[in-house]
């Protein structure tokens, strides 16, 4: 018996020629998994979340509540801190593109894109100040100038590091949503 949900060989229900077979384009999608990186540092940070709740729950029975609930706090800290690391990435919708960093989501209607480009250029090695030739995902608007815009995703960030294929598959996806959300 094929259970169709776990397998990535079903058939959509729309058109074929359709190249974007969802059924709600309104809602915000990453088109594009999250990086084993990305994945692997969340886990490692919830795991450490995990210790420090266990030592939170030890010292609000031995010791003070107040001291009990910094160390909570610091678990909720970290939970939260995990959590926002795997939502970080590129989000598309029939609205427009958004781009969420650790601390900043920025959001850019399509009628404002004039073309969403692959180029290739220095590019910031897992987001620190050491570059290395990569290629970015650009984003060229009406009201700037294309190099005063980050790159919507590079070839060396956590979610494509050693993964090209996944990166020419994710800027295409990308392309796609800009091309059909422009014409529509």
């Known amino acids: ?10 058939t959509f ?36 979340a995990s210790y420090v709740l266990f030592a939170a729950v030890l010292i609000a029975l031995t010791g003070s509540p107040s001291s ?26 029939a609205y427009g593109v958004r781009q969420v ?4 989501t920025r959001t850019v209607p399509w009628r404002q894109v004039v073309a969403v480009r692959t180029v290739q250029q220095p ?15 650009t984003l060229v608007r009406k009201d700037r100038a294309a190099e005063d815009t980050a790159p919507l995703l590079t070839t060396h960030n956590l979610d494509f590091l050693a993964r090209v294929s996944a990166f020419d598959r994710a800027a295409d996806a990308v392309e796609t949503w800009a091309a059909e959300s422009r014409l529509g």
Do not use: K, N
Request: a positive charge; hydrophobic letters at 55%.
């Open 1 to 10: 018996m094929p259970l169709p949900f776990l397998t990535a060989d079903h």
């Open 13 to 48: 229900e729309a058109a074929d020629d359709v190249a974007l077979p969802y059924d709600d384009q309104t809602r915000w999608r990453r088109p594009y998994r999250p990086g084993p990186l990305r994945v692997g540092v969340a886990a490692l940070w919830l795991l450490l």
């Open 68 to 93: 009990a609930g910094v160390i909570f706090g610091l678990a909720l800290a970290v939970i939260v801190s995990a959590l926002r690391l795997l939502r970080m990435g590129v989000w598309v919708s």
């Open 101 to 104: 960093s650790f601390l900043v």
């Open 123 to 137: 590019v910031r090695w897992l987001g620190l100040p050491r570059t290395v030739q990569g290629q970015a995902l």
